[in-house]
């Protein structure tokens, strides 16, 4: 099979419409290619942000689908200006400089007041030979039946920085910074998480050079990031239309605020979400799911939801979402139970329906599947959950997606809170959608559809604060529709680290919330695997027990459970910190769950750092990966509190912590002020009646916010020691008790939004303080 590679070679003219320069170029390419010219297409979206097109058929351009792309959504706008000198055009931002070579094609980026190259396009990066290692920007075209040429690729290259590191696309279980890595983004059952394998394929990545690149495709994406060569990046897409939405901060956080705003941001999920799950593969009857329940209120551990995996359903039905009333006898009256003892009740599906089922028939004898090519439904083996055959709901036919929604809405006006959307990576190749598309379009966007169809008819019966998905795979713009988890790891020291790794790896790609089966998946974990897994796991944004044998704490000791108490109660305490940052991350697309180097982007020690976090802002979490021993934590710049003995340690160093396995080191950030409450059995609705906020000043300040609920505010909260007078600010909060905890003060007095509070020698009231000389509580 013959291949020729066409670059781009020149601009024979361009264009300047609005904000769009066009550019009509001239090609470089074998004889036996046809000669002609080819667009390419610069579109500006504010001074830090645009869209690069180049179109290798354009006369069969179409615009993209899905997902639906608010370039529109980025305020402010750009010192557009267009200037051409000495064979370059160079077009200016206000923010950026983009320089374009007319005689001979280039393409370079730069930031417009410092003159730093951003991005730069690799024209030239030859072996000693004179071979070049990769190829430019262009597009592949592939002989087929011994003369006609078809387009099978577009992509380009770009320079590496020495010291670049690369972040992103997507939870990949791989080194945290992709450099030196090659990825194929094309979604597969990784049957675990210690390959290159993954379930959320996303195409947009992170350099420390200040940028963001999203590849603006739901095709096949490949991406080099210096394997080939360490002083080049390739990119590819398995499409005749290459484009691509660059994002500049330099900031991180500023990118991922930008690109969630044009790819979509998640709702805040609904509160009794964040409380802990239980599940395993699986509870097999409504006794043994009751028995469970009531196991969980008697050791009080905390919990809110349960899940059923597959067998809520019949055997070989999964699924055709029916009840197995045989093992669950009365399931509305069970869920109604479960209620009234605060437990939600979560339910396990995948988008594949079996055969032999009426749900089956009813597909195919309306036309709700994907189908073969010839018409037919795709049926296809091991598709079902215990290798039965099936067939795959085509979410491009509205009246399928009506079908499929019909179904769940039965379930959730039974009470069901929440559907855990597993799957939605088979979709094969030659699969042909009733929109006209092929799964080489399809494969990679369906868990998009999938989640996306499940979501919404949550949101439709249970009101739309509380809609809620609990998602595997996942695409672009896939962050809309939460949560999500990291799949199958093993279960081990290594699944763990993975787990983690790949969880961060996500929030650098626009997913906000994400767990992690706590234990690992596959067989039975150790006491210490499972009991270092769940301190991790309980201190995740949100948090889950599965596997396919006991997850419940009991399982793993008496020990197993105290520690497992300890670091469910000490979630529940956090629940306003949590739910604060959940609301956070709604508004701005920022993680609940965040790498280091998201809050400290020019610390080069952080920049590969992928075994510890942060939770929210101030808070740093060092899960640890052996059952006991030295803990070395590494705190960033700043003052950090030891959230377990309150001694202060100067950031920008590594610390060695002893550690026993009913031990994790935590952190709290000097400035701080982390609302928190009394843990409960369960979620509590609305503001906490008695709201805490513990402050932990930095150089005598502390500053922070608080999600109130009952008011839907983000209330700051700021705090002052000077001259002796400790000054709070706080506003307006709808707890009927807010009590202010200042560690490390001894004020003379104390002053509340500008009132001053009155000193007591303990137990203070409204309007009142008192300090034992480490710190000082205060009652708003």
């Not at 395993?280 to 329940?293: C, D, K, N, P």
Request: charged share 25%; net charge negative.
């Amino acid at each position: 099979m013959t291949t020729e590679r066409i670059t781009i070679d020149s601009v024979v003219e361009y264009t300047v419409e609005a904000e769009t320069v066009r550019f009509d170029c001239r090609i470089a390419a074998p004889e036996t290619v046809t000669q002609r010219t080819v667009p390419v297409e610069l579109t500006i979206s504010g001074p830090r942000t645009f869209r690069f097109e180049l179109q290798a058929n354009p006369e069969v351009a179409t615009d993209s689908d899905y997902p639906e792309l608010d370039t529109g959504a980025l305020s402010g706008p750009s010192d557009f200006e267009v200037t051409e000198r000495e064979g370059k055009l160079t077009v200016d931002t206000g923010a950026l400089t983009i320089a374009v070579g007319l005689d001979a094609w280039s393409f370079v980026v730069s930031d417009a007041h410092t003159g730093e190259t951003v991005f730069e396009e690799q024209r030239s990066d030859p072996d000693v030979f004179g071979r070049q290692r990769v190829e430019p920007l262009g597009f592949t075209q592939t002989e087929i039946n011994h003369n006609p040429r078809k387009v099978t690729q577009t992509g380009t290259a770009f320079e590496l920085s020495p010291d670049e590191k690369i972040y992103g696309a997507g939870e990949q279980f791989v080194e945290f910074d992709r450099r030196g890595r090659e990825l194929e983004l094309w979604h597969e059952e990784p049957l675990g998480t210690e390959t290159e394998r993954a379930y959320k394929n996303i195409p947009f990545y992170l350099s420390t050079n200040g940028y963001g690149l999203l590849l603006d495709t739901t095709a096949r994406v490949r991406y080099d990031f210096g394997k080939t060569s360490v002083a080049s990046g390739t990119m590819s897409v398995s499409d005749d239309e290459f484009a691509f939405v660059f994002f500049y901060g330099p900031d991180f956080r500023d990118i991922i605020e930008r690109y969630t705003a044009v790819t979509g941001r998640p709702d805040r999920p609904p509160k009794w979400s964040f409380g802990t799950w239980m599940s395993r593969l699986g509870y097999e009857s409504r006794e043994e799911l009751e028995a469970v329940a009531e196991r969980l209120r008697a050791e009080s551990i905390p919990s809110d939801v349960l899940h059923l995996d597959p067998f809520w359903m019949r055997a070989q039905k999964s699924t055709d979402l029916e009840w197995d009333t045989e093992q669950f006898p009365e399931p509305e009256a069970m869920i109604s139970q479960l209620r009234e003892d605060d437990f939600r009740l979560s339910l396990w599906e995948h988008p594949h329906v079996p055969v032999g089922t009426e749900a089956f028939e009813e597909g195919v004898r309306e036309g709700y599947f994907v189908t073969d090519g010839t018409g037919t439904p795709y049926v296809m083996d091991h598709t079902c959950q215990g290798d039965y055959r099936g067939a795959l709901v085509d979410f491009t036919d509205a009246d399928a997606v009506e079908w499929w929604k019909d179904k769940h809405r039965r379930l959730l006006e039974q009470g069901v809170s929440v559907f855990k959307t597993d799957y939605g990576e088979y979709v094969p190749e030659d699969a042909v959608f009733e929109n006209g598309k092929t799964g080489k379009a399809m494969h990679n966007l369906y868990p998009y559809l999938y989640n996306e169809a499940v979501y919404e008819v949550v949101g439709e019966v249970n009101g739309s604060d509380e809609a809620l998905v609990w998602g595997r795979a996942a695409w672009t713009g896939s962050q809309a529709f939460p949560m999500h988890w990291g799949g199958d790891p093993q279960t081990s020291w290594n699944g763990m680290s993975a787990a983690l790794r790949g969880g961060l790896s996500a929030s650098l790609s626009g997913i906000a919330f994400w767990s992690h089966d706590i234990g690992g998946f596959r067989g039975t974990p150790s006491t210490a695997v499972y009991t270092r897994w769940a301190q991790f796991g309980l201190l995740s944004s949100n948090a889950r027990c599965h596997g396919t044998t006991p997850r419940e704490p009991w399982a793993f000791g008496d020990d197993a459970v105290d520690t497992f108490r300890e670091y469910a109660r000490l979630r529940y305490r956090l629940i306003p910190y949590v739910y604060t940052y959940a609301e956070i991350a709604a508004r701005t697309g920022l993680p609940v769950v965040r790498p280091l180097v998201l809050e400290y982007q020019d610390d080069p020690t952080v920049h590969r750092l992928d075994t510890q976090y942060l939770l929210g802002a101030d808070l740093l979490v060092a899960p640890v990966f052996t059952d006991s021993g030295t803990r070395s934590v590494y705190l960033p710049e700043g003052e950090w509190r030891d959230y377990w003995t309150g001694e202060r340690y100067a950031g920008e160093q590594t610390v060695d912590v002893d550690v026993s396995l009913e031990e994790m080191p935590i952190f709290v950030r000097a400035g701080s002020v982390v609302p928190q409450r009394e843990p409960t059995q369960s979620i509590q609705a609305g503001t906490p009646e008695c709201l805490e906020l513990e402050a932990t000043l930095a150089d005598g300040e502390a500053s922070g916010r608080v999600y109130d609920v009952d008011a839907d505010e983000l209330v700051h909260v700021g705090v002052e020691d000077a001259g002796g007078v400790l000054s709070v600010e706080i506003g307006s909060v709808s707890a009927a008790r807010t009590t202010v905890t200042v560690r490390d003060v001894e004020p003379e007095e104390v002053v509340v939004d500008g009132a001053s509070h009155t000193a007591v020698d303990s137990d203070p009231d409204s309007g009142e303080w008192t300090g034992d000389g480490a710190s000082v509580t205060i009652v708003v």
